[in-house]
């Protein structure tokens, strides 16, 4: 309203020009509507699939961070110690409880780390048809697999 007076004492209008600016500011302006961004896993945005193969139980606070910023992760566990497997495990999951994310298993030593907002669908079975029956092992006997995944 001040522009309008201080344009009439510039260029001396008319009331018209009044009224017509007082119509056109009486009416309702629609809301913005929100431009959609993209978006990747789980409806957050900037969010990736990280495959980590940890070589140490130190490593496990990088996927600790990855996890808190709404990333999901892959773990190989196969290139570090069974006991090394088990703490970097038990620090995943404590992680994971914190952020309500969830673990799955998908092969021997190597697991699926999820947010809270990345859904899985699906299962993966166990190839391994022998699972749960002890077969006894020598003493010098070496197993690819050290560890019982």
Known sequence: ???????KGLFGGDSSDE???TKEEEQPVAPAIP????TGLGGIENNKMILFEPRA???SQQIANYLKSNNAVIVN????TPDQAKRIVDFISGTLY???GGLEKLGGGIF???PKDVPVEGKITDDNPNKGKEK???EDEKSDDEMDW
């Open 98 to 100: 914190a952020i309500e």
């Open 136 to 138: 006894p092992k020598k």
């Open 19 to 21: 009224e017509e600016y």
């Open 77 to 80: 566990l196969k290139r570090v």
């Open 112 to 114: 699926l780390c999820t």
């Open 35 to 38: 431009t959609p961004t993209h």
């Open 57 to 59: 139980y130190s490593e």
């Open 1 to 7: 309203m001040g522009l309008d007076r201080f344009r």
